[in-house]
């Protein structure tokens, strides 16, 4: 059993940057990849960024929505049990509850975008971006 706790969200002005994070519980976190997603009132949830299981010698990188367009970051750190979504150049689309995701048999980066291959979700962190 893992628990994701988001963190990091909040009102920022287009063009500003926010950090999220997403913080673990478990002693097994290297071996999961992890997600972050987003969804807006009607939407469907949404991929925005993925990174690989590490730890095993099975690192096989990360994956990013097109939209992203290099604005964004993702990394984790193992010893804090912790990954992060760096976003830069916010706008006022990335303007959705965000929600990290963590999976124990995604194996490649085209499967860090298929929400059903998550095992385990956050219950999200607002994101409002200002115009």
């Known amino acids: 059993q893992v628990q994701l706790v988001e963190s990091g969200g909040g009102l920022v002005q287009a063009g500003g940057s926010l950090r999220l994070s997403c913080a673990a519980s478990?002693?097994?976190?290297?071996?999961?990849?992890m997600g972050w997603f987003r969804q807006t009132p009607g939407k469907e949830r949404e991929f925005v960024a993925g990174?690989?299981?590490?730890?095993?010698?099975?690192?096989?990188?990360?994956s990013y929505a097109d939209f992203v367009s290099g604005r964004f970051t993702i990394s984790r750190d193992n010893a804090k049990n912790t990954v992060y979504l760096q976003m830069n150049s916010l706008k006022s689309d990335d303007t959705a509850a965000y929600y990290c995701?963590?999976?124990?048999?995604?194996?490649?980066?085209?499967?860090?975008?298929?929400?059903?291959?998550?095992?385990?979700w956050g219950q999200g962190t607002q994101v409002t971006v200002s115009s």
């Open positions: 995701a963590a999976g124990s048999s995604i194996a490649t980066s085209a499967l860090l975008r298929r929400s059903y291959k998550y095992d385990y």
């Open positions: 478990g002693r097994t976190f290297s071996s999961y990849a």
């Open positions: 990174i690989s299981r590490s730890g095993d010698g099975t690192y096989f990188g990360t």
